[in-house]
């Protein structure tokens, strides 16, 4: 009789919640999910330092193959208009903007929303990512191409600019994960690439090396502040108005 009676109830998983028997509880799926977004970040953050390693140390630091193919297609693409863009991409990610304006107004408007863990999420993330940028800098020394149109820091692997964006998008996507907000970052991202090596800041290594930085950043520090970033996603959604805890 007690075997029947456990017939379609529920099965308790080990931090408390619930599912049905048999399937996997609400909360060991957000544990998966924080365990695969740290193992991912984990990779992509070896990537980017294997991907320097090999560029320093096996290539002697010198352009890639598909680096120079794709510096030399740029340079007989280069155009005062398309510099110009270029410009105002290296103005936006790079600087006082990117530095300041952009992550403290972000996060402003996280705070405001009642929102200071994904705040906090963002800012730690865009820090963080900078902070590595300068250490794989100063670790490799790789030189920047010679066709370089602006002035930047020492060191041209990995691009600062491409990992701000890169940690932007992805943190942007694993807080609203909707299809608009993962196209808009990966064209942003893409568009911060290409203008970096358009103006010949970077090589397109660089710039890959930036983006694997960025989003595993932001895969690592999800897996820590996840439960907290998704609390407050929770009680966001409760409070938008014509929702059931609403009225």
């Known amino acids: 009789m007690q075997e029947h009676a456990h017939d379609g109830q529920y099965a308790r998983d080990e931090l408390g919640s619930t599912g049905p028997a048999g399937s996997a509880a609400p909360g060991t799926v957000k544990r998966m999910t924080r365990v695969w977004a740290l193992g991912a970040g ?13 560029i320093t140390t096996g290539n002697q630091g010198q352009p890639l193959a598909v680096d120079a193919a794709w510096m030399n297609t740029l340079l007989a693409l280069r155009t005062t208009f398309w510099i ?4 105002v991409f290296n103005a936006v990610g790079g ?5 300041f304006i952009v992550p403290i107004s972000i996060a402003v408007a996280f705070l405001l929303a009642k929102r200071p863990w994904t705040a906090s999420y963002y800012l730690i993330a865009t820090v963080l990512g900078a902070g590595l940028v300068q250490v794989l800098k100063h670790l490799f020394g790789r030189a920047r191409p010679e066709e370089i149109l602006v002035h930047s820091d020492f060191g041209s692997y990995p691009s600062g600019h491409a990992a701000n964006a890169a940690v932007m998008a992805a ?3 694993i807080v609203f994960p909707r ?4 196209v808009a970052g990966a064209v942003y991202t893409a568009l911060m690439m290409l203008s970096r090596n358009y103006l010949g800041a970077h090589w397109l290594s660089d710039t890959v090396g930036g983006v694997l930085l960025g989003v595993g950043v ?13 609390a407050e996603s929770a009680l966001a959604g409760k409070r938008q108005p014509g ?3 609403s009225r």
């Open 179 to 182: 299809v608009w907000v993962a």
């Open 84 to 87: 110009n863009v270029s410009l």
């Open 95 to 99: 600087g006082l903007i990117a530095t």
């Open 171 to 173: 943190v942007l996507f």
């Open 42 to 54: 984990i990779v992509l953050l070896v990537l980017a330092v294997v991907l320097g390693a090999y």
């Open 218 to 230: 932001a895969l690592v520090l999800w897996a820590a502040l996840g439960p907290k970033v998704q």
């Open 243 to 245: 929702t059931p805890e």
